[in-house]
């Protein structure tokens, strides 16, 4: 079933096979991890194995015929079973949240109703408590799915009533193999794009294909080339930084680049993750790691107040971020031999 290609994530399937096999379904779950790693897939994996009228057990997980009729419903969309709603500009209204209550209000004729609720934690206050009550009580053979890579954004008396399962990073081999199967990538454009992927498919996607290297570099002195003294050059650069519409994910790739290097100077050429790229970042200055720490925090904390829902001003922020980040001097280097 190419539409629910699941790779990666043995330990979160046989999880859910095992509750789906003994009858102890939860009635919420929250799916959390980066974006792009199969999360909303699994949603609807489940949705099929609960409805399937022939699943069979393969390797300690179990998987929907894809033939019966509910399988047929749920793949091409017709089936009442299956209900997901989403952010629309950025957050989760209450118009979505009361017609989602509506509709639990009728009982399903046969099977079990799965609700996929996407960026679950773009849910503002008011739809938040709106929710809270049909989280409590879904009804009758209902099993609700928070998706969220931001779960700490969640209201705790969300996180409370869901079983929580979190989804890691895909390796990078798994990435490259999903870009060969589902996006027919061949196997030496799989390859580059999953360096610069940290684990996530949809990054893998958005980034360049070719002189992947060049702009890891580039994105990176966006950020760390500049003198703490050159004011123009700060403002310049959180800027342009601040109308790039892939902001967010080079702000993940540059925490990405100072994690490798933390972890590079805690045990050298023995920890560095699979999906590191083959550029090196280093200061000239070496850095004492309780430093090196508050810079992953400073992108870490840029990256979550640009965002819904502080959506702080981007520029301003940036300006912070690159003036902190601007202390060492950095050497950003290709590795050839990568």
């Known amino acids: 079933m190419p539409e629910v290609l699941i790779l990666g994530h043995k330990s979160e399937l046989s999880l859910l096979s095992r509750a789906v096999t003994s009858g102890r379904v ?79 209000r009728f009982t399903v004729d046969s099977g079990w109703r799965v609700v996929v609720v996407i960026d679950a934690d773009t849910m503002q206050k008011e739809p938040a408590n709106a929710f809270l009550k049909t989280l409590e009580e879904p009804g009758r053979n ?27 990073p895909l390796r990078a081999a798994t990435v490259e193999e999903i870009l060969e199967r589902s996006f027919h990538f061949s196997s030496g454009e799989a390859k580059s794009a999953a360096a610069l992927s940290l684990g996530s498919v949809t990054r893998a996607l958005r980034a360049t ?54 972890v590079e100077g805690v045990a050298p050429g023995e920890l560095l993750p699979e999906c590191a790229s083959s550029v090196t970042l280093t200061s000239v200055t070496p850095l004492a790691l309780p430093v090196a720490l508050e810079f992953f925090k400073a992108v870490e904390g840029a990256q979550r107040d640009i965002q819904p829902p502080r959506n702080a001003n981007k520029r301003l922020a940036l300006e912070n971020l690159i003036l902190e980040l601007s202390a060492p001097g950095w050497n950003i280097r290709q590795d050839n031999t990568a």
């Open 142 to 168: 209902t099993v609700i799915i928070l998706v969220s890579s931001k779960p700490s954004l969640l209201l705790p008396t969300i996180l409370s009533r869901c079983q929580r399962i979190n989804f890691s």
């Open 209 to 262: 294909v070719g002189d992947e290297c060049i702009d890891t570099c580039a994105v990176l002195s966006a950020f760390l080339g500049h003198a703490p003294t050159d004011a123009p050059s700060i403002l310049k650069a959180a800027e342009k930084l601040a109308k790039d519409e892939d902001l967010v994910w080079k702000l993940e790739l540059l925490k990405s680049s100072v994690r490798d290097m933390i």
């Open 26 to 104: 939860a009635h919420a779950y929250l799916f959390s991890g980066i974006g792009g790693i199969g999360k909303a897939l699994t949603a609807k994996w489940l949705a099929l194995v609960l409805n399937c009228e022939d699943r069979q057990s393969t390797g300690g997980s179990i998987e929907a015929c894809g033939r019966c009729k509910p399988c047929t419903a749920l793949l091409d969309g017709s089936s009442l079973n299956l209900i997901e709603i989403g952010p629309e500009k950025g957050y989760l209204k209450i118009e979505p949240i009361r017609e989602l209550q509506r509709k639990l």
